[in-house]
């Protein structure tokens, strides 16, 4: 399998190997230092050229396997090296993820995802989720998965099973993410982002933002996001949530317009991406979320807990909705030219 190549960077690793992207480091280092009304007026304007502007999509994450990962994520509360009190649990049973299936697809959620803490699952575990595949499929609603790294023929066995994403975040830059996680290397998470595309699924992949990197850093992972080729369907946006017991604690918080930048940087490097505002949305403002929709950010998770985060509530996100005069909806990207 021919591994897919970083994105070229103006400071990337020298010894990371590299294809010329259309959106270079610098390039997007300049749109973040935008006055922020031009930064959102201009990914605004590509937003609209691809996807109705009042249109959210709403989706729906649970945890279906909890704790224990053999993983060292500095972010992560589900990491069994980091003292979090947060006991490890076995797969959930084939019904109680229906159950909570239907009922996100009864309050307004088109996608289901479905999260396992493991470094890479074992073959009778993919076995097992490619049959809450087929069964939260049987619901009409969009699925998508997020269980580590996969190796040869499980991404295939998913697409199978009928999964329409896989999840496999690449967190940071390259040279910043060897800060925050050792037990796997970038390359790991480029080889199955390649798998997931050679099996024909769909691909869900963005980063974490404030866990003390610099603004050059956020604009690297945007630069790696956009050199994917093709660049990912799903860009979640997360903003760190500090868990004690994890080594980021203790992390400064992220000054909330710095989130919505990145949410515009997103949206214009990558105009045909769902642009997913994903974990912290709990400490936004309900003025910071509408500057993040404004910015091009078009799906939210939705639910009171984000895998083992706090989430805003269901009917908080309905009601803001509303005041903003948006709507909860299944929006794709026009068939119009890609704008770059």
């Not at 649970?62 to 704790?67: D, E, Q």
């Amino acid at each position: 399998m021919p591994s897919m190549p970083l994105a070229k960077s103006s400071d990337a690793a020298p010894d990371a190997p590299a294809t010329e992207s259309v959106w270079q480091t610098d390039h997007l280092l300049a749109l973040y230092e935008l006055p922020l009304p031009e930064l959102l007026y201009r990914a605004q304007s590509v937003h609209r050229q691809h996807f109705p502007p009042d249109t959210v999509q709403l989706s729906t994450l649970l945890s279906i396997k909890t704790g224990g990962c053999p993983e060292d994520c500095g972010y992560c509360p589900q990491s069994a090296r980091h003292d979090t009190g947060l006991p490890a649990q076995a797969l959930l049973p084939l019904d109680e993820v229906l159950r909570a299936a239907q009922a996100a697809r009864d309050s307004g959620a088109t996608r289901f995802c479905m999260g396992a803490a493991w470094r890479s699952p074992k073959p009778h575990q993919v076995e097992a989720v490619a049959e809450m595949v087929k069964q939260v499929k049987a619901l009409g609603l969009e699925t998508c998965v997020t269980l580590g790294m996969l190796r040869d023929g499980q991404a295939e066995q998913l697409k199978e099973a009928g999964l329409d994403y896989y999840n496999h975040n690449l967190d940071t830059s390259p040279e910043f993410y060897g800060s925050i996680v050792s037990t796997r290397t970038y390359r790991d998470r480029l080889d199955t982002l390649q798998r997931v595309r050679e099996a024909g699924i769909s691909v869900c992949c963005g980063g974490i933002v404030g866990m003390g990197e610099s603004r050059r850093v956020r604009a690297a992972l945007i630069a790696q996001l956009a050199g994917l080729r093709p660049y990912p369907e799903s860009v979640p946006i997360n903003g760190l949530v500090a868990i004690p017991g994890t080594p980021l604690a203790q992390a400064e918080p992220l000054d909330p317009f710095e989130l919505v930048r990145t949410v515009a940087v997103a949206r214009i490097a990558m105009p045909r991406a769902m642009v997913r505002l994903s974990a912290g949305r709990e400490a936004l403002a309900d003025a910071g979320q509408a500057l993040c929709f404004l910015a091009g950010a078009n799906s939210i998770f939705y639910g009171d807990v984000l895998l083992t985060a706090a989430n805003p509530q269901a009917e908080s996100d309905r009601r803001l909705l509303a005041r903003l005069g948006m709507r909860a909806g299944d929006t794709q990207p026009s068939t119009e030219a890609v704008c770059r």
